[in-house]
């Protein structure tokens, strides 16, 4: 059996290490050219699109009508396009998805059960971007305003 402390001090060296990985995107963000196309830019391109395609579909369980959810799902949408265009980072982006990475970062710890049940369709998106077969309906658009949060896939 684990004990309180050391369960604790397990949580917060995972803590830690989320914070380092938190930082290393951002840094990534911030430091890409625009318009790269390599290997480091498809694997940011999947981190991204896992972590806020995770938290967006938690915000979305939660309160299918919160700005929270449009916030997070513009930003999904800003990876998917990236995706669409020939997987090339786009400088631009990189302020409103480093904004959208911290904001997904704090819900995902937050609710992480529900992230852990819902993280099977952040991974086939993380997956299908760095095998470079995202495809045009891959992340929902508009539509998912007007259904309930079971009826989400992604």
Not at 16 to 39: E, I
């Amino acid at each position: 059996m684990i004990d309180f402390y050391k369960a604790r001090r397990m949580e917060l060296e995972g803590q830690q290490s989320y914070r380092q990985v938190m930082t290393g995107l951002a840094l990534r963000m911030w430091g890409m050219p625009d318009g790269t196309d390599t290997a480091d830019s498809l694997d940011l391109l999947a981190n991204l699109g896992w972590q806020i395609g995770l938290a967006a579909e938690i915000a979305y369980q939660l309160d299918p009508a919160g700005a929270q959810v449009r916030r997070l799902h513009g930003a999904l949408r800003a990876v998917h396009a990236m995706c669409m265009q020939g997987y090339a980072w786009r400088a631009q982006y990189g302020a409103a998805l480093d904004a959208a990475s911290a904001e997904a970062g704090a819900l995902i710890q937050q609710h992480h059960k529900l992230a852990m049940r819902l993280m099977p369709g952040a991974a086939e998106l993380a997956e299908s971007i760095r095998a470079r077969t995202v495809r045009a309906d891959a992340v929902s658009g508009a539509e998912i305003y007007n259904q309930q949060p079971e009826e989400s896939t992604r």
